[in-house]
T-cell receptor, first 109, second 116 residues
Framework: GQNIDQPTEMTATEGAIVQINCTYQTSGFNGLFWYQQHAGEAPTFLSYNVLDGLEEKGRFSSFLSRSKGYSYLLLKELQMKDSASYLCAVDQAGTALIFGKGTTLSVSS | GAGVSQSPRYKVAKRGQDVALRCDPISGHVSLFWYQQALGQGPEFLTYFQNEAQLDKSGLPSDRFFAERPEGSVSTLKIQRTQQEDSAVYLC??????????????FGPGTRLLVL
């Protein structure tokens, strides 16, 4: 079967750092995506990892360990506008994405 | 526009009605995907087109769901005889190439369907 797990909710304060974890068990693996989704809006692309290691992109970084079936999204210098749902998705076969349920992040002042 | 657009943004249907949801992908994008997102859940795959060919429809929940992309651009998702469990946000996404590792999918804002 296939399973993607991420925490349901997280809270943090402005200026802080937060790490959102994702573990996966899928029959195939062609990489892992992170998307951000504000309420009522389209998911927007944040990052893609296919090789082990850390990819840094401004305030956001994403890490992948294929051997452990594990990824995390790291958000630094949190801002109120970062309050959103963060979706972990596995590219299993080069076409459809398999999504986790999403982690709702609330940033407070 | 530069992004994926969907219409209508909101649709209320009575149980048993047929509905049609439209997706305009980014111009020139070969691949088009439909996903269903229930409240508080991640998107779930419904179907995939490469140009006008429907290559994967394994995620369609029943034969009441039908999708088409006759000219390889605009796509329509049709749901016949809607049921309350069909209430969800229907997301459309497109990607530039014909599938392959790392192809980023760009999502539209979705159609929120409520079946009463």
């Amino acid at each position: 079967g296939q399973n993607i797990d991420q925490p349901t909710e997280m809270t943090a304060t402005e200026g802080a750092i937060v790490q959102i974890n994702c573990t996966y068990q899928t029959s195939g693996f062609n990489g892992l995506f992170w998307y951000q989704q504000h309420a009522g809006e389209a998911p927007t692309f944040l990052s893609y990892n296919v090789l082990d290691g850390l990819e840094e992109k401004g305030r956001f970084s994403s890490f992948l360990s294929r051997s452990k079936g594990y990824s995390y999204l790291l958000l630094k210098e949190l801002q109120m506008k970062d309050s959103a749902s963060y979706l972990c998705a596995v590219d299993q076969a080069g076409t459809a994405l398999i999504f986790g349920k999403g982690t709702t992040l609330s940033v407070s002042s | 526009g530069a992004g994926v657009s969907q219409s209508p943004r909101y649709k209320v249907a009575k149980r048993g009605q047929d509905v049609a949801l439209r997706c305009d992908p980014i111009s020139g994008h070969v691949s088009l995907f439909w996903y269903q997102q229930a409240l508080g859940q991640g998107p779930e795959f419904l179907t995939y087109f490469q140009n006008e060919a429907q290559l994967d429809k394994s995620g369609l929940p029943s034969d009441r769901f039908f999708a088409e992309r006759p000219e390889g651009s605009v796509s329509t998702l049709k749901i016949q005889r809607t049921q309350q469990e069909d209430s969800a946000v229907y997301l459309c996404a497109s990607s530039l190439l014909a599938g392959g590792p790392g192809e980023t999918q760009y999502f539209g804002p979705g159609t929120r369907l409520l079946v009463l």
